[in-house]
Every structure is written in structure tokens, then in C-alpha cells.
């Protein structure tokens, strides 16, 4: 009897003939990249910064590089459970379990919602009647986001989309944050905005829910998603590759979705 090929054999070939798809949902990390800005009281996220050491010259004649300079929570990135005091005892970015930063993923759409109304928010309704027409929401995976935002991330005030009042910017509902992180399945929430919570979290009870649940309950985030329109509803699977940043409360990373092409 011929052997059955490995399972990894298997995704190898896949991703060889195109039978699998790699689907970058990472945004490209510039000095361009927009960031969360907090009131002038607080302190403020670094812009990502490149520092040239050589190029090519006096400096190093056969190599180019650079050191850089970046906020841990700048560009696409990722939320460890220490980075809200809700969590404050728990996980640093370094100690993540490595395992859980492959995980399949669950999209939901509410790209129209977002763009007749920025300040949208997704309620557990949403959250069951998504359910009800796709099935519960994957054991040990990602809850992600589509809101269309990714569009407008080439523009900082186009991206935050303030006014004297603050951000407005869709996200989850402060009963729905708690569901997500106390009631659902899911390790973690991704988004396509500068942050887990909606723009208007900083008014709700309690203030930056997301953050506070999500953190609280040893779960994660990543934002500044990009091209999940290209994901499935189900079956997507997502490799999360932040940097082990011992003490970390996040870290940039490079976020890749594996689809399954007919």
C-alpha cells in the first residue's frame, strides 16, 4: 500500500499548485503608518523611525542596514493580556504560547453598517445571528473585524477620523466585548482599525472595553488588519508572528491567512 502523504507534505503541496492561498493581512510599517494618538496628558506611541547604520559605504561597503525605532502597539501588531491593567499579571508579549499564535478564524462582515455609520457597533445579536447562518465561532480561534476601514489607512486623519468629540470608529459594543471575552470560544479579537475598541471606547463603561475584558481574560488582539475581504467567512486559518519582546506588552507583527482555494 502506497504511504498516505504527511499532513505537512500535504500543505506543502498546497501552497506549491495555489490550492492554498497566502493572504498577507499585515500593513506595510513606515514613517507613514498612522498611529493611535491619546489627550496630550498621557503619554504618546512612537511613529515608526529607520536609522540608517550603512549602505553600501565607508560605514559597511558590502551590507545595508538599520536600526529602527517603533512603538510596540504601532502599525499591524499585537495585544498581549499585560498590556491593560485588567491584565496586568498576566502574559507578556514573550510569553505567548506559540501555539496559540496559529489559530483558524471566524470574518465577520459589517463593512456597510461602518460605512453608513463610523461609530457602528457589532452587538451579541450580530454575534448570534452570525452564528446562526455560519456556525459557532471556532474553539481556540480569531474573531476578526470587517469594517472596510483598511481603506483608509493611508491617511492618518482619515484613519482615526476625529473631531473635537474624538475618533469615530466601529468596533464592538461594550455587552458585546464582555460576550467576546468571557462567553465566546475565541482567543482574540482582530480588527481593521488603530485599536481593539471602537473609537467612542474611552466613554463607555468600562472605559476601552475591549481592552479591559479581552486583556482581563488572558485573550489577544491584533489590529490594523488589512485584506480580509479576501478571507472566507470560515475555514481561514491565521499565523499571527509577533516579536517574543520579553516584558513586552506587544509587539509589531507580520499577520498571514492561509485560504483554501477551490
Excluded at 498621557?42 to 523611525?49: I, R, V
Excluded at 455560519?134 to 476601514?149: A, I, M, V, Y
Excluded at 467576546?180 to 479579537?189: F, H, N
Amino acid at each position: 500500500m502506497p504511504e498516505q502523504p504527511s499532513v505537512l507534505a500535504s500543505l506543502v503541496s498546497g501552497l506549491r499548485s495555489g490550492s492554498i492561498e497566502v493572504v498577507d493581512l499585515t500593513s506595510p510599517l513606515s514613517s507613514s503608518t498612522p498611529v493611535i494618538q491619546l489627550p496630550p496628558e498621557f503619554g504618546q506611541t512612537a511613529t515608526f523611525e529607520l536609522e540608517e547604520i550603512s549602505r553600501y559605504d565607508d560605514r559597511g561597503p558590502a551590507w545595508y542596514w538599520n536600526n529602527f525605532r517603533s512603538g510596540e502597539h504601532t502599525g499591524t501588531h499585537f495585544d498581549a493580556p499585560n498590556h491593560w491593567v485588567s491584565g496586568k499579571d498576566l502574559a507578556d508579549m514573550a510569553s505567548v504560547p506559540a501555539h496559540r499564535l496559529i489559530a483558524p478564524a471566524a470574518v465577520l462582515d459589517f463593512t456597510a453598517e461602518a460605512e453608513e455609520d463610523p461609530d457602528f457597533l457589532v452587538e451579541v445579536d450580530h454575534m448570534r445571528a452570525w452564528q446562526a447562518e455560519h456556525g459557532p465561532l471556532p474553539d481556540g480561534g480569531w474573531l476578526l473585524l470587517r469594517t472596510g476601514w483598511d481603506a483608509r489607512s493611508h491617511s492618518q486623519e482619515a484613519f482615526l477620523n476625529a473631531d473635537g468629540n474624538g475618533p469615530h470608529t466601529p468596533g464592538l459594543s461594550p455587552e458585546c466585548a464582555r460576550w467576546v471575552a468571557q462567553e465566546s470560544p475565541v482567543i482574540g479579537l482582530g480588527v481593521e482599525t488603530v485599536g481593539t475598541d471602537a473609537g467612542r471606547g474611552h466613554s463607555f463603561d468600562p472605559a476601552f472595553p475591549c481592552h479591559s475584558y479581552l486583556m482581563g481574560s488572558d485573550k489577544y488582539g491584533l489590529t490594523q488588519l488589512r485584506n480580509l475581504a479576501a478571507l472566507p467567512a470560515t475555514g481561514a486559518v491565521v499565523i499571527a508572528g509577533p516579536l517574543p519582546i520579553v516584558a513586552g506588552s506587544g509587539s509589531p507583527a507580520r499577520v498571514l491567512a492561509l485560504v483554501e482555494r477551490s
